[in-house]
């Protein structure tokens, strides 16, 4: 089936050529067999997936559909004038989390303790920048970050165990590739736990999970599909400022919260953009 979306067309004008990768070798793999078959455009859904791309070619233009700190990553001179073969949309960043963080002294009463999942995988970046922006926001809130590395998806229930040993009483987690694709099991983990949960995607909500505040995903893709549209048509990736969203949007699931036995503040409620029941 082919479709087309600003004059290009799948199979006439245009050929996608798509890749799935689930290791950093299998990832370095794929982009070295992209690179060989001399396509035009990368695009990927991470900074860490646009590092590995990078290895294999520094003149293939490479879009981000969905990262954190690509400054701090090393992967763009500056925001407004990236300078390399990378650009696209700066989905996630630290700054965001400060203000999830903000949500959870409203939502958990006497919040003190904090712990922040840290998926660590080849795929994505957590630059040191996302940690001192959230660190320095914590202590302004009065609040002590517990740091717990998740390196793959069987570590996630001992991640909830070490929280609430820690007694920590809520809790932030990182989106990248990994999170995302054990978002089922956090989510279960969370409500196992009792455990106050705040996720950047809107998609750990509708898995379960408790609250969100983030910007849409969607909209990361589109953004990033422009940008592609652009660069068929002959501008370059480093003249293209990195894209950031300018609409967050606040989720709640009602029913995530029954089952941990938390009630949502009205002035939560009264704020939320969407309220899953």
């Known amino acids: 089936m082919s479709y087309s979306v600003w004059g290009w067309t799948d199979g006439k004008n245009v050929t996608f050529e798509a890749r799935y990768p689930d290791s950093s070798d299998n990832a370095l793999s794929l982009a070295t067999d992209l690179n060989r078959a001399n396509v035009d455009v990368i695009v990927v859904n991470s900074a860490g997936l646009a590092s590995i791309a990078r290895q294999v070619s520094s003149t293939i233009p490479i879009v981000v559909a969905v990262s954190g700190d690509l400054e701090g990553a090393g992967l763009v001179a500056s925001l407004r004038r990236p300078g390399g073969n990378v650009t696209g949309i700066q989905f996630l960043s630290p700054e ?3 203000k999830q963080l903000e949500l959870l002294t409203q939502l ?3 919040l003190a303790r904090v712990g922040l999942i840290e998926p660590i995988t080849p795929t994505a970046i957590i630059t040191s920048h996302y940690y001192e922006v959230i660190e320095d926001a914590a202590h302004a ?5 517990h740091r717990v590395p998740v390196r793959g998806s069987a570590e996630f ?3 909830f165990a070490a929280m609430v040993q820690a007694q920590d009483q809520a809790a932030l987690v990182i989106a990248n590739p990994l999170s995302f ?3 089922n099991e956090i989510v279960s983990f969370a409500s196992q736990n009792s455990l106050p949960v705040m996720y950047e995607l ?3 909500v509708t898995a ?7 910007a849409n995903v969607i909209d990361g893709y589109r953004g990033a599909a422009g940008y592609v549209d652009k660069i068929l048509r002959g501008a370059k990736p480093g003249d293209l400022p990195i894209q950031q969203p300018t609409k967050f949007e606040l989720t709640i699931n009602l029913k995530a919260a029954k089952q941990i036995n938390l009630p949502i503040p009205v002035s939560i409620l009264a704020r939320a953009d969407e309220i899953i029941e």
């Open 157 to 159: 229930a001992t991640a």
């Open 181 to 183: 694709a054990s978002r």
């Open 141 to 145: 809130m009065g609040i002590q970050i």
């Open 202 to 204: 809107r998609l750990f």
């Open 96 to 98: 965001l989390m400060s």
């Open 108 to 110: 958990v009463p006497n």
């Open 208 to 214: 379960g999970g408790l609250m969100c505040y983030g």
